[in-house]
């Protein structure tokens, strides 16, 4: 049934390692091309390369107005405010006349590591003849490091500029749960919406995982382990494949425009598609960072009885596949409660795994896709694992079906799931 007061998207904007806006994501994922590359590569025998994705023809001078804010807004920022700017300008926002005290922002971020030429003159500063003299660190540091430093690597920000440039005086939000963040900024978004606090919200996510300050931090239990004379054509990220051999560390953002239906349809904007339900769950991981098979199958089902879907109405589950062996596990344990039939496709073979903002990448992909009538494999797929017993799409197909459910996780036990419904 089709209501007055249901909660649709009529933007999308992306920011990806396979394309920048909707055209050129959605060219990306027909091709399927996969933009996970070596990134960084030690000498030292013993230890391993880093592979990744990282967006290479990226430019915030292309997006970001007026042009002196970027000296106040990080990578990640910049690639929000571009995420929101693309979808505002994909759902027709441009010229419309809209009520500033109905418009809001809501969007999941994470901790905005420190970028290295940011820091490289106080560095400098303290050092001598290429030794560091940590005790001069206090004083040098204020001297030297730009006075909105802090404004530049704060998590909350992105919400902040991205509601200054629309004027958007309603909800302002940020959600920092991770994995998680995308999904649950939707959630919040199309919950504000439905109890009558805003007409038009932009929910989104971003996050820079392959920034060098970040990498130095990643668990080396979780992230990816390439030998050095690894092959380049070897798959590097392979989620329920028995080969798979980590987490793939990528970056990017995403951002959709949502609105009530009335509202949409009184400006006459294309309506891509409907949120039918959200829901999240935690549980205890089954082993440190392991996930809960409990809470991502909860979330699910929880999401699923209250669209009122079945799940041989999906088109697929859009799945986290963060292509860890534990991790891959425990989500295929989940699935095989609640939808051990239905086609499963991970994104994250497409471009890695984005933090924050892979859940909204994802579900973005989902409905570029599903919109248009196909499914898309999961990359690369090819040894089954009997400890990941579910169905991987393996074939780009076409589809009738119109419903997608999306998963998001963290290693930490929590989990959120959307089910979507794609206009026809």
């Known amino acids: ?17 396979i394309g920048i806006g909707r055209p050129a994501m959605l060219a990306g994922l027909l091709e399927q091309r996969c933009a996970i590359r070596k990134l960084y590569q ?21 997006y970001v107005t007026p042009r002196k804010a970027l000296k106040v807004m990080s990578h990640e920022i910049q690639l929000a405010y571009s995420a929101a700017h693309l979808a505002w300008q994909d759902a027709g ?3 419309a006349t809209l009520e500033p005290d109905r418009l809001g922002v809501v969007f999941g971020a994470e901790i905005v590591s420190g970028h290295i030429p940011d820091l490289l003159p106080a560095v400098q500063a303290c050092s001598d003849a290429g030794r560091m003299d940590h005790s001069q660190w206090g004083t040098t540091f204020a001297k030297q490091i730009y006075p909105l430093w802090m404004l530049k690597n704060l998590p909350n920000m992105p919400a ?11 909800p302002n939000n940020t959600i920092a749960q991770e994995e998680v963040g995308g999904v649950l900024a939707l959630a919040e978004a199309a919950a504000i919406i439905s109890r009558g606090q805003a007409d038009l919200m932009i929910a989104g996510a971003v996050s820079s995982r392959v920034a060098p300050t970040r990498l130095i931090y990643r668990p080396r239990d979780l992230y990816d382990h390439h030998p050095l004379d690894s092959s380049e054509n070897e798959p590097r990220c392979v989620p329920f ?4 051999r980590g987490i793939l560390a990528s970056e990017g953002s995403a951002a959709i425009v949502l609105e009530r239906r009335r509202h949409a349809v009184r400006r006459g904007a294309p309506i891509l598609a409907t949120v039918l339900a959200a829901a999240s769950r935690c549980a205890e991981p089954s082993r440190p960072y392991g996930g809960s098979r409990q809470s991502i199958a909860a979330a699910a089902s929880a999401a699923l009885d209250e669209a009122a879907v079945d799940v041989a109405d999906l088109a697929h589950i859009s799945a986290q596949g963060f292509s860890e062996t534990y991790l891959d596990i425990e989500e295929a344990a989940a699935i095989t ?23 909204m990448l994802e579900l973005v992909a989902s409905i570029l896709s599903v919109h248009g009538r196909v499914s898309l494999p999961t990359l690369g797929y090819q040894v089954h694992d009997p400890d990941c017993d579910i169905r991987i799409t393996t074939q780009q197909r076409a589809t009738s079906q119109d419903h997608f459910l999306k998963l998001s996780f963290t290693p930490m036990g929590h989990a959120a799931a959307v089910v979507i419904r794609c206009a026809n």
């Open 93 to 95: 926002l441009t010229e």
């Open 160 to 170: 902040c500029h991205i509601g200054i440039a629309i004027d958007a005086r309603g």
């Open 337 to 359: 409660k609640f939808g051990p039939t239905c086609p499963v496709t991970a994104f994250s073979s497409y471009f890695g795994t984005a933090g924050s903002a892979c859940g």
């Open 42 to 62: 030690f000498s030292d025998p013993q230890r391993t390369a880093i592979f990744g994705a990282e967006i290479d023809d990226f430019d915030g001078k292309q």
């Open 1 to 17: 049934m089709v209501g007055v007061d249901d909660v649709v998207i009529t933007g999308i904007g992306c920011v990806s390692p």
């Open 241 to 244: 494949d028995a080969r798979r």
